[in-house]
């Protein structure tokens, strides 16, 4: 497919969801029949091989419901549904409530809520734009519930909200210092904390990078910084002045302590009076306002042109691919500059650029496979996919101890550095895959044998699995590995992967259609080819 | 050499394992005499690694009144109070200096000649000026004050790069030394899960982030079970073309390997006496000792392990924080050390500290200290030449010789490559091959630093 089917321009973009909501009234057949999406070339009546494949890549793993959901209209139609579905909104925690109270609702929301694509886009931008429980800035687990709801609310809108809403967040500037970040200019400085890692880490990287996001290099074959250590003081002193929201019925004063609800306030007499040296030789004259200069240095941040391919890789890697070519960046990068309609950073054709594009699609027909695809499962997301496969329902009670017994325990990143980085290139491969960073020779076996506890145990006191469609099916071994196949592998099980368990759960070992069906599940979802999303 | 006695090694062997009847095949497995033989030759490298960047400047601080008070009065509200300062007299220092307040072991260990610190320590390509970095005259480590890339140009000792370094110099040193000293067990181990120190260009490391015994579960031996063991392994076998799904079945399948081998030779040890903290790094410095105890077994006579303690970057809140961090560090290398005297032979295992960079002298705005560059960092074992400094202890001003800016990030005066050469050259690796290990070293006059003799 090529990028003038896969991405739909703005204008169409919102008189389709027009049409959407109001088909979607008129209930789910007259909305297949109709869909507005018919001259793409997607074929309609999706393949459900094809079907549960996208859902890899959008949702936190395949459903039976989801599959037949894809199933009635075709990708860009999901996908507008997707952008219009319902916000699994988190609950703010109660005054006794820990840490774990928002954890568990991450699983409850990605196993059970109908925002599957915007939990995962925005859970990836959680990975890219890090605040973290570990550490000692972050006072309340309601910082981390507002987070995710921000994240959640911004995540199809405009990149420049996101990082205005990120950079005045009380969650963020808890975490990286800018709340309360004094302006002073003898015997002390600014934090540089929160300017180093919004340009290093959720921006624009350290090097120049080109459209299709490799990096630039001069004359003689070395990487160009994007910054120095003057920029780093520039924008330390641009994020001075700002201070946590008051609690109901107070106040606010520069230094008061945490409060999460609500963006964060300026303080012109605490914001720094130099002047400050950003991107690119851009200057803002000392003595300004604070809330006109920080508009601007976010701005100079956002027209950065490193900001298109730098997010553009690094959600691709999340969602589709861990080395995705770089005509792949390049033409998500032309999207991210400009949507169609002159709009630079909209997030929604961004996703659907990503999800729609030639490369995300090839991989529908296995035999276009090469051997560069895929990307390991993060933790989560083998936990999550593996089990809203077995039809799970939980309320979130001790799943995170499997995250971090793999290393991905929700919201407790070691360092604003994610749990692992972008760019970790897997011992021996020569390729790029960012999870491999936390797979060791003590996690692989937390994945396997999570698996082992969902399938034959429990891995919580109130979560259920369902693996009766699989047992209905185990009475014919070929029936079952069919829909193992399809719902857990997108159809693409290799001959000799089936051929295996073939003959594996038809030995003879296996006393009833529980135990070949538990055993064909266990072998699948323990496998690398299941691990390894492609 | 060998500190360890016959009496002493039974000692440690039986006592505890005497009940559970594991004292016979310990002794079959190690055979006696062929430990002392390896036990005589054996050498262990543990290095620490504070992520983050810890706070040089308030770990080891001047304690003369002029060189406190000039502390003092620069650090504000970072700087300590000298009357909790733990004072220590390197032997080659005019001036005394002082510790962190809950540096106890370590001071001790300093006093009594255990631990040397090798001050103002860093990522240096070449002897470098301030005029020199300030002029751009000389090359420096690329993305300097980065975490990401000082924590990898700390453990690679590649400091210009396009993609980051994949070999480290822990690896390099494994390879080097394999030959002569490798069993068939991989001679590096991090506990601190996947870190590029440990990689080598042959050596291959076991690296973990919990209980590197860590197998299987659910298997029960029963025939179903066994049909599902064989076809999982066999699963392990196929590619499906994709390198990636290939290189998730290797982890596996080596990790399969490796925590059965090490499982079956910790079984003949013994739980060590040693007392150690609860703290995470503590919690990893105890499965080292345990390790090295059964090295024998696994048929080793060198050994590096990398451990970890994380949350040095305080940006915010240094005082509180770093304190913490201090005391975990403390009393981690404290018993650890006890746990070398346990295992008898303190003189052939060396303890070393990394981290990303130190923290600029001057605090910021929020209580705490930014990213830096030069740091102090600590050796421990019964070979160091303690109780002194290596390196030049630098010019805590503001702007001043060894200030790369203007908020005190010291320029190192001592380059990456003498301290890890130092350890490497005491290791066992040539001296022939330090430079292609530390390919600094060629721009400074001398290639080892002093604290192991």
């Known amino acids: 497919m090529v990028r003038k089917s896969s991405y739909l321009q703005r204008s169409s973009l919102r008189t389709l969801s027009f049409c959407l909501a109001a088909l979607l009234l008129l209930g789910c057949n007259a909305f297949a029949k109709s869909s507005p999406a018919s001259s793409s070339k997607q074929s309609k009546n999706v393949k459900a091989a094809v079907a549960a494949r996208f859902l890899e890549q959008s949702s936190w793993g395949p459903t039976a419901a989801t599959i037949a959901q894809v199933q009635q209209g075709d990708l860009p139609t999901y996908l507008q549904q997707q952008f219009t579905a319902p916000i699994s909104t988190y609950v703010t925690p109660g005054p006794d409530d820990e840490i774990d109270f928002v954890q568990n609702q991450f699983f409850v929301n990605a196993l059970q809520g109908q925002d599957q694509l915007r939990q995962r886009v925005s859970f990836a931008l959680a990975e890219i734009i890090v605040i973290s429980g570990i550490g000692p800035n972050i006072k309340s687990p309601t910082a981390f519930s507002l987070w995710m709801n921000m994240l959640q609310n911004d995540a199809f809108g405009n990149f420049f909200n996101i990082i205005k809403d990120v950079t005045l967040s009380p969650s963020m500037g808890s ?49 160009i910084p994007t910054y120095g250590q003057d920029e780093i003081t520039g924008f330390g002193q641009l994020f001075t002045g700002w201070t946590y929201p008051p609690k109901p019925g107070k106040i606010a004063h520069f230094f008061d302590g945490p409060y999460y609800t609500g963006p964060m306030l300026p303080f012109q007499k605490h914001y720094n009076k130099a002047s400050k040296t950003l991107l690119d030789g851009f200057t803002i004259p000392g003595g300004g306002d604070i809330e006109a200069d920080l508009t601007s240095g976010l701005k100079n941040i956002f027209d950065h042109p490193n900001v298109g391919p730098f997010v553009c890789k690094q959600l691709i890697q999340k969602l589709v691919t861990s080395n995705p070519i770089p005509a792949y960046v390049s033409r998500c990068t032309q999207v991210f500059n400009d949507d169609g309609t002159g709009v630079r950073g909209n997030m929604e054709a961004v996703i659907s650029e990503i999800l729609l594009d030639s490369e995300a699609r090839r991989g529908d027909d296995p035999s276009q496979l090469q051997p560069s695809d895929g990307h390991l499962r993060e933790p989560l997301l083998h936990i999550l996919a593996s089990m809203r496969a077995v039809n799970a329902t939980t309320d979130g009670v001790n799943l995170s101890n499997y995250g971090k017994s793999m290393l991905q325990a929700p919201f407790l990143s070691p360092s604003v550095f994610n749990f692992y980085p972008p760019d970790f290139l897997v011992s021996g491969s020569g390729l790029i895959g960012p999870e491999f960073d936390i797979l060791n020779a003590n996690t692989t076996f937390a994945r396997v044998n999570f698996i082992n506890d969902l399938i034959y145990g429990t891995v919580g006191p109130h979560t259920t699995t369902d693996i009766s469609p699989y047992v209905n099916a185990a009475g014919n071994i070929r029936n079952l590995l069919e829909l193992v196949n399809t719902n857990l592998m997108h159809g693409a099980m290799p001959s000799d992967m089936s051929s295996t368990l073939s003959a594996t759960l038809s030995s003879g070992a296996f006393t009833d259609t529980t135990q070949i069906a538990q055993a064909a599940l266990y072998l699948v979802l323990t496998s690398s080819q299941f691990q390894v999303q492609h | 050499m060998p500190r360890i006695t016959r009496r002493g090694f039974l000692r440690t062997s039986c006592c505890t394992a005497a009940a559970a009847g594991l004292v016979s095949s310990s002794i079959n497995r190690l055979g006696l005499m062929s430990a002392y033989a390896q036990g005589s030759d054996y050498k262990a490298l543990v290095c620490i690694f504070m992520f983050g960047g810890n706070d040089a400047n308030n770990t080891i601080i001047p304690y003369d009144s002029a060189g406190y008070a000039n502390y003092a009065q620069i650090r504000d509200n970072l700087a300590l109070d000298q009357s909790l300062l733990l004072p220590i007299q390197p032997k080659s220092q ?360």
Not at chain 2, 185 to 208: C, E, H, M, R, Y
Not at chain 2, 428 to 442: A, D, E, H
């Open chain 2, 94 to 453: 005019g001036l005394p200096f002082a510790l962190h307040p809950r540096c106890l072991n370590i001071q001790q260990l300093f006093n009594s000649g255990q631990v040397a610190a090798v001050v103002n320590t860093g990522v240096l390509p070449q002897p470098t000026t301030r005029d020199q970095y300030l002029k751009g005259l000389v090359p420096i480590p690329v993305s300097l004050f980065s975490h990401q890339d000082q924590q990898v140009q700390m453990q690679t000792d590649t400091l210009q790069y396009t993609t980051i370094p994949t070999v480290g110099w822990g690896g390099l040193m494994a390879d080097q030394i394999q030959a002569i000293y490798g069993g068939n067990f991989p001679i590096l181990i991090s506990l601190a899960g996947i870190n590029v120190f440990a990689q080598g260009l042959v050596a291959k490391p076991l690296q973990t982030s919990g209980d590197p015994t860590l197998s299987l579960t659910g298997f029960s031996g029963s025939a179903a079970d066994n049909a599902r063991l064989n076809a999982f392994q066999a699963l392990l076998t196929f590619g499906d073309g994709l390198t990636l799904i290939q290189s998730a079945s290797g982890v596996t399948t080596t990790a399969l390997q490796n925590a059965q081998n090490l499982a079956a030779a910790l079984a003949g040890g013994t739980p060590l006496k040693t007392r150690f903290p609860k703290n995470p790094l503590a919690v990893q410095l105890k499965e080292v000792a345990q390790i090295i105890q059964i090295r024998s077994a696994l048929g080793l006579s060198r050994q590096i392990f990398f451990v970890s303690l994380g949350g040095f970057d305080t940006h915010s809140a240094q005082i509180v924080t770093q304190a913490k961090l201090m005391l975990q560090l403390d009393e981690s290398l404290g018993a650890f050390y006890e746990a070398t005297n346990e295992l008898g032979i303190p003189q052939q295992i060396l303890t070393y500290t990394m981290s990303d960079f130190s923290r600029t002298f001057q605090p910021d705005s929020t209580s705490g200290s930014d990213h830096a560059w030069g740091s102090h960092h600590l050796v421990m074992g019964g070979a160091v030449v303690g109780g002194d400094f290596y390196g030049t202890f630098p010019t805590l001003a503001l702007g001043g010789p060894d200030d790369a800016t203007n908020q005190g990030r010291w320029i190192p005066t001592t380059p990456l490559d003498q301290y890890g050469a130092t350890l490497a050259k005491w290791f066992g690796v040539p001296t022939g091959s330090l430079q292609s290990i530390f390919p600094n070293l060629k721009n400074f006059k001398t290639q080892t630093l002093g604290f192991l003799g």
């Open chain 1, 175 to 223: 975490y990286l210092n800018m709340a309360n970040n004094n302006g002073c200019s003898t015997h002390c400085r600014p934090n540089e904390n929160y300017a180093r890692e919004i340009l290093q880490l959720f921006t624009i990287g350290l090097y120049q990078l080109n459209p299709d996001g490799t990096p630039m290099v001069d004359q003689n074959g070395d990487l």
